[in-house]
Structure formats: structure tokens, C-alpha cells
């Protein structure tokens, strides 16, 4: 229950702030742990459709295709994801 309370905040949220790419995301967060992928992958798409750079949000999509079965669209999301986070901030063995 605690994220289909978040999403109603998200969507409030987003009335006063429509291009805040970080709620968009946080909106695919909140559809991803309620499995509802396919809702998810649209919210992330919204995200870096906003902000291009925002590596949280292409992982995420990422996440959401790869749940669907959409394997390949899913790598080409964690491959951009990869290519906006510099190689010396990513996390040790992750290369």
C-alpha cells in the first residue's frame, strides 16, 4: 500500500512540478516494486526524455524492459546508463 500512496503523491507532485524528471523516475521506482513494469518503463522513458543525463532513470528503464523480456531494448538503456556515469565513479569490478 505504501507505494500506490507514493504514487498519488508523485502525481500531485507532478502537477505542480510536470517537468521534474526526478519524480518522474521515482514514480518508476514506486511501479517497478508493484511489478507493474510496462507503466514503469513509460515513466523512466518521461524522466530522460527531461533530463538526458540522469543515469538513475536509464538504469531504471532498464530494469522495467528487462522484467518485460525486452532484453535487448533493456541493454541498450544500462549501456547508456554506463557511458553518462564516468569510469572512476562507478563502483569497483562494475567496468
Do not use: H
Not at 524528471?21 to 516494486?33: D, F, K, M, T
Not at 513494469?37 to 543515469?55: C, D, G, N, R
Not at 522495467?64 to 569497483?92: D, M, N, S, Y
Amino acid at each position: 500500500m505504501e507505494f500506490e500512496e507514493a504514487i498519488e503523491k508523485f502525481e500531485a507532485a507532478l502537477k505542480q512540478a510536470p517537468d521534474n524528471a526526478e519524480i518522474w523516475a521515482s514514480w518508476g521506482v514506486a511501479l517497478v516494486q508493484l511489478q507493474r513494469f510496462a507503466e514503469a518503463a513509460e515513466k523512466f522513458q518521461k524522466s530522460v526524455e527531461l533530463q538526458p543525463k540522469y543515469e538513475s532513470a536509464w538504469y531504471g528503464w532498464g530494469l522495467a524492459l528487462t522484467a518485460q523480456g525486452k532484453k535487448e531494448e533493456a541493454a541498450e538503456k544500462f549501456k547508456k546508463a554506463q557511458e553518462i556515469v564516468p569510469a572512476c565513479q562507478r563502483p569497483a569490478g562494475s567496468e
